[in-house]
């Protein structure tokens, strides 16, 4: 079956429009809602019609403003690393490490479940690419070589998976073996660790090189690289993604700047996270299907990518919309409803969602 978009009419909420039907949207990963919140709206509008709508440059020309430096200050700060460059999407950050950093003669080490935005720029940039076993330090620590240079590479929360690293652990293992550390928080920052300080909450050990990206909890899209002086001055000089992308807008760093205040102000977003995640494994947790995690990603895994497709069609025509996610995405024979949460849905929404799989479960 060929990969198509789905139009949605109402933007990204936790409920939208499409076709003249409305859904239940399971599937997105705005998971403290902060996509369709008043407040940052009300912000963001507020700082375009000040600072109008684009930048016009890559940061080294002119696309570089007060509001970015504001922003880089801000998330140093709360993440504790010297210096952020921002980037458009993650996707982009993601590449723009590697291709820097590596070529040939170089090794990789990544999580076999890594995302594909750093599986694929492993693959193109020259440099001996192993995949470790999924969160088996053991196996990293046999794959390290001392006389190389080496970056190893995981992710806080594992997308499709919902499960955590054990980063204080991993960077460890880095430092102990003479390998540059780096952590994709793509779906960690906001949600996880105290405060929702993300990978940096949960470790007392700080990886070299933390990438997050703003199109998860912060609502919004982009993405940022964090890291020491040296190591930005020389992405400043080479991260062919920074210098010659057109960085996002001023109005869209002050949006950026008040979603992090936000994330660091508004404790109910996380406990209502943590009330829905509670509800969710309460009226599941006996189901074949059903798979523990601590976070907002909620995999549904079937197994038969036949069958998945089945279920995910079953709950669209009952106006729940999650996303069926198939080989070769995820390993073989792990066919999955990926469900996301967010607080902006209701407890009756959460319930809903619960009937729906509990009865095709029991049906079998
Ligand atoms: C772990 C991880 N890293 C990076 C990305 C890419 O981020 P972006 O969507 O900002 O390009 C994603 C996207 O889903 C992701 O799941």
């Keep these: 079956m060929l990969r198509s978009v789905q139009i949605l009419e109402s933007g990204n909420q936790s409920v939208f429009h499409k076709d003249g039907q409305s859904f239940l949207n399971f599937s997105s990963n705005d998971y403290l809602g902060l996509a369709s919140s008043s407040e940052l709206k009300h912000s963001y509008q507020q700082a375009i019609a000040?600072?109008?709508?684009?930048?016009?440059?890559?940061?080294?020309v002119t696309g570089y403003s007060a509001q970015h430096e504001s922003l880089k200050s801000a998330l140093t700060e709360w993440l504790g690393f010297d210096t952020a460059l921002f980037f458009s999407s993650g996707y982009a950050a993601n590449q723009a490490l590697l291709l820097t950093l590596l070529s040939k003669g170089d090794l990789l080490l990544?999580?076999?479940l890594n995302h594909a935005s750093l599986m694929e720029a492993g693959a193109l940039c020259g440099a001996d690419m192993k995949r470790f076993r999924h969160n088996d330090l053991a196996h990293l620590k046999s794959l390290a070589r001392a006389e190389r240079s080496t970056l190893a590479v995981t992710e806080s929360v594992f997308s499709m998976d919902g499960d955590l690293s054990d980063i204080e652990a991993f960077v460890g293992v880095c430092q102990t073996y003479g390998m540059?550390?780096?952590?994709?928080?793509?779906?960690g920052l906001g949600v996880i660790g105290d405060n929702g300080l993300g990978a940096c909450g949960i470790s007392e050990l700080k990886p070299d090189l933390l990438v997050v990206t703003?199109?998860?909890a912060f609502g919004l899209n982009g993405a940022a690289i964090l890291c020491s002086e040296e190591m930005g001055q020389y992405l400043t000089q080479f991260a062919r993604h920074y210098v010659y992308s057109t960085a996002f807008s001023a109005a869209?760093?002050?949006a950026l700047s008040h979603a992090l205040t936000?994330?660091?102000?508004q404790h109910w977003r996380r406990e209502k996270l943590l009330e829905l995640s509670a509800e969710f494994d309460e009226s599941l947790s006996g189901c074949a299907e059903y798979i523990s995690t601590t976070t907002p990603i909620k995999p549904w895994i079937i197994g038969d990518a036949t069958r998945t497709l089945t279920l995910c069609t079953s709950l669209r025509k009952q106006g729940v919309w999650t996303t069926a996610i198939r080989p070769p995405t995820v390993p073989k024979e792990s066919a999955r409803l990926r469900i996301t949460l967010s607080a902006s849905h209701h407890h009756q929404d959460v319930l809903m969602l619960a009937n729906q799989l509990k009865r095709f479960s029991e049906e079998g």
């Design 50 to 60: 000040e600072l109008g709508v684009g930048s016009g440059a890559s940061p080294l």
């Design 110 to 112: 990544q999580d076999r």
């Design 180 to 187: 540059l550390s780096m952590v994709d928080d793509a779906h």
């Design 214 to 216: 703003f199109g998860k």
């Design 252 to 254: 869209h760093a002050c």
């Design 262 to 265: 936000m994330i660091q102000t």
